[in-house]
Nanobody, 129 residues
Framework: QVQVVESGGGLVQAGGSLRLSCTASGLIFDDHTMAWFRQVPGKEREGLSC???????VYVDSVKGRFTISRDNAKNTLYLQMNSLKPEDTAMYYC???????????????????????WGQGTQVTVSS
């Protein structure tokens, strides 16, 4: 049984930083692409960043230069370092895993509408102004 569990969310002031973590069990971690998504109530889920088994990563424009995705295959853990946070980054953040490679748009960005096979329950990030 696959389990994906996020942690590290919380309340932070604008301009601050947070690091999210995600552990995955019940799957061969380094055989899976991993990604971070977020969702605000009433809005569509938005993909943020995707990382392949070997560490190649892609982002969407809204987080480029501010967020960094990374993974530690030895620990079955995915990370999202978020810097220069803005109130509009407030959302529930989700970790996801899939055997397929990251889907990339024609401009080389992460295709934020990609669906993934396995999802966590989410961790809330709130950025105050």
């Amino acid at each position: 049984q696959v389990q994906v569990v996020e942690s590290g969310g919380g309340l932070v002031q604008a301009g601050g930083s947070l690091r999210l973590s995600c552990t995955a069990s019940g799957l061969i971690f380094d055989d899976h692409t991993m990604a971070w998504f977020r969702q605000v109530p009433g809005k569509e889920r938005e993909g943020l960043s995707c990382i392949s088994w070997n560490g190649d990563s892609v982002y969407v424009d809204s987080v480029k230069g501010r967020f960094t995705i990374s993974r530690d295959n030895a620990k079955n853990t995915l990370y999202l370092q978020m810097n220069s946070l803005k109130p509009e980054d407030t959302a529930m953040y989700y970790c996801a895993a899939d055997p397929a490679p990251c889907v990339v748009t024609s401009t080389g960005d992460f295709d934020s509408g990609t669906d993934f096979a396995y999802w966590g329950q989410g961790t809330q990030v709130t950025v105050s102004s």
